[in-house]
């Protein structure tokens, strides 16, 4: 354990918003343009 | 280097926030997801010579598309053969390594489609991107199903999310960039392809250096596990090499093979379809967005469906897909009848969302069924259900689809047989579902040998 990177480390909560945004910013992006290829449907 | 990629390193202190590891999960996840959305580059990579349009020496479409059911069926090899590794050098590792197979595999895809050379497509996206996906595809999952042993289903579900959300992403990002680079002298593919080739390595790298083991014996805080295991869910472990050796390893291969194959009866050719089915009522560009809609549903119902099954129990959420999904199947040819559009979307849509359920819920059911110590090598040899699936499920429906047309019945009509055929395998599915149990005390592995580990 004391090798880890994480032995003494407690995570950041703005490290943790960080990241979430990391990856929820592009899956929003492409949800939102695959949700304006589906409004096709409804018109 | 060797130490920097080690198990030791990785593994976190006790006040790690787990909730760190699902976007590490996601960070891989939503670049290997691109697989799905290959299809974007077919119709450009059959006028790379020609530019404006195909030429004689062009590829066609019947060539390239080759290189997406390589990276499938590599996908399940490299999951399968590379199980006992990954278990053994950790996530981190498999991860970078999926990073330079993915990356890699488009680096030199762009290269083949620079000098024309379709081997170089079929070896980099098909063979070594195809070995990025398998162990991309299980590392992070295998990884999260430890780090919330309460809520298994729903942690798989983020993961493999992401894998459908990835599609989502894929797609417009290449569709922009060939329009950035396309010219009067280039279509702008093998341009492409080295832009999303080094984005994607980049962010599966931060992903494989995000990623944390639990320390041993770790436990949420609070959680305490039943003292008497839930039925079906066992708190000990079988060794990867002897899960194959349980008849619930080929039970749960069938469900995952058979309701992958099922879904891909409307997804492989929802389009087309919804076209043929309701003839002069969907536009080309609705029928895109019919696509679009069971995209959203495959997404969503990976999150949904996986987390429900924490609290339905993984037998009875398969029992939902296979019986609901059926039902569903046999009756989308009376809708497409009595020319019920809303019903017939929304059956297609809750099929979907089936579909991609079906793929989250199952590492979740083996680490029900197996224990959670070789599930990712257990997963790993699974996913050839999935690869078989990705083969001969098109095969299978194209084949039955055009003997009928052959044989004289309407192109709006061929469809139902087919439809039935897919209701049939879920049927099947069914029965499997049924007759898993748990798996026979011999099995388990002894208490000194799960300490010790097992080569």
């Not at chain 2, 959300?165 to 396309?182: C, D, S, W």
Request: aromatic share 14%.
């Amino acid at each position: 354990m004391e090798n880890s990177e994480n032995s003494h480390a407690k995570s950041h909560p703005f490290l943790l918003v960080l990241f979430w945004a990391y990856v929820l910013i592009p899956l929003g992006w492409g949800v939102f343009q695959t949700l304006k290829k589906a409004m096709a449907l409804f018109h | 280097m060797s130490g920097f990629f080690s198990k030791e390193r990785i593994t976190a202190g006790h006040g790690y926030n787990r909730w760190l590891i699902p976007p590490a999960a996601l960070a891989v996840h939503l670049c290997i997801g691109q697989a799905y959305a290959f299809s974007v580059f077919n119709e450009p990579l059959t006028r790379v010579l020609g530019v404006s349009q195909s030429t004689p020496d062009d590829w066609k479409l019947t060539t390239l598309g080759w290189i997406f059911s390589l990276a499938i069926v590599f996908l399940g090899l490299s999951a399968a053969f590379a199980g006992k590794w990954l278990e053994k050098v950790g996530p981190r590792r498999t991860m970078f390594t999926a990073a330079c197979c993915f990356g890699g595999g488009f680096l030199l895809s762009a290269i083949g489609v620079k000098t024309h050379q379709i081997w170089l497509l079929y070896i980099g996206y098909g063979v070594i991107g195809g070995c990025g996906l398998g162990l991309g595809y299980v590392s992070p999952v295998s990884t999260l199903i430890k780090w919330f042993p309460d809520h298994r289903g729903m942690a798989t579900g983020m993961a493999i999310m992401g894998f459908g959300g990835g599609a989502m992403i894929g797609a417009p990002l290449a569709v922009t960039l060939m329009k950035f680079f396309q010219s009067d002298t280039t279509v702008g593919v093998a341009e492409t392809f080295i832009v999303m080739g080094t984005l994607y390595f980049i962010s599966m790298v931060i992903g494989s250096l995000a990623i944390r083991i639990p320390p041993p014996d770790w436990k949420p805080e609070g959680w305490v596990p039943p003292a008497v295991p839930k039925k079906m869910v066992t708190h000990r472990h079988v060794h990867i090499d002897q899960a194959l050796k349980t008849p619930q390893f080929y039970l749960l291969w069938l469900i995952l093979c058979l309701n992958v194959t099922a879904g891909i009866g409307i997804l492989g050719q929802a389009s087309v379809m919804i076209q043929e089915m309701f003839k002069g009522g969907i536009s080309k560009e609705a029928a895109a967005g019919f696509v679009g809609l069971l995209s959203l549903f495959n997404m969503g119902g990976r999150f949904v469906w996986s987390s429900a099954s924490d609290y339905l129990g993984r037998k009875n959420t398969y029992f939902v897909y296979f019986a609901l999904g059926t039902f569903l199947y046999s009756m989308l040819p009376g809708f497409s009848g009595q020319g019920n559009i809303v019903l017939f979307i929304a059956s297609a849509a809750v099929i979907m969302s089936m579909y991609g359920g079906g793929f989250s819920t199952i590492p979740a059911y083996l680490a029900d069924i197996f224990g959670t110590k070789y599930v990712g090598g257990i997963h790993g040899r699974l996913l050839t259900a999935w690869s078989t699936a990705g083969i001969l499920g098109p095969v299978l429906i194209n084949y039955i689809r055009e003997y009928q047309i052959e044989q004289g019945v309407a192109k709006a009509d061929a469809y139902t047989t087919t439809l039935y055929i897919m209701a049939g395998l879920l049927t099947v599915g069914f029965v499997c579902n049924l007759l898993m149990k748990e798996v026979h005390e011999k099995h388990y592995m002894r208490h000194d040998e799960v300490e010790n580990g097992v080569e």
